[in-house]
């Protein structure tokens, strides 16, 4: 599982430089169109991936492994929701993102089997308590990731522009 965590940081890294490189193609204006999509545009669902794993981050922080990669995370302001705003440039997300996959991947390796194996406690938005698998919640972060930027694929392809084999396989030694 340790080297499926490292795995996932890679391939999570890799594939969003391939989404903000393909996404820097569109047409003044496409990043932004009201595509129907979940989050709206493009750009809304890019954003709406720098909230979430900014919050969960920021939750994992509490881990009581105090891992030394995530300290950086427990300094970032706090999103005020799923759709919080980290600029209204592609460049001003694109900063944040590199900034949160540099944090991921420093992690990964940090992270143990005991530290899976824990019982995680932490607070929705709303503020309800929550006591799960740290594991399982790990890797809910990874497919919450791996979900959304498969609709950022559509979202390109529909405006023209192929991100390329996006398939996990590729990743896998």
Do not use: C
Not at 30 to 51: I, P, Q, V, Y
Not at 81 to 102: C, I, K, M, N, V
Not at 110 to 136: C, N, P, V
């Amino acid at each position: 599982m340790i080297e499926h965590i490292a795995l996932l940081a890679r391939y999570n890294a890799d594939m969003n430089q391939k989404l903000y490189d393909a996404a820097a193609q569109l047409p003044p204006g496409e990043l932004e169109a009201d595509r129907k999509a979940f989050f709206g545009s493009l750009f809304g669902t890019m954003n709406h991936l720098l909230a979430a794993d900014t919050i969960w981050l920021k939750r994992f922080s509490t881990h009581p492994a105090d891992f030394p990669a995530l300290q950086a995370a427990k300094a970032l302001p706090q999103p005020s929701g799923l759709t919080h705003s980290f600029g209204d440039t592609l460049p001003a997300l694109r900063a944040h993102r590199e900034q949160l996959d540099a944090t991921i991947l420093e992690w990964a390796p940090q992270i143990t089997a005991a530290d899976l194996a824990h019982t995680f406690e932490y607070r929705s938005m709303r503020g309800d308590l929550y006591r799960k698998h740290f594991g399982g919640v790990l890797l809910h972060f990874f497919n919450h990731q791996t979900h959304h930027r498969g609709q950022a694929s559509t979202l390109l392809t529909q405006a023209g522009v192929d991100i390329g084999i996006t398939d996990l396989l590729l990743w896998v030694p």
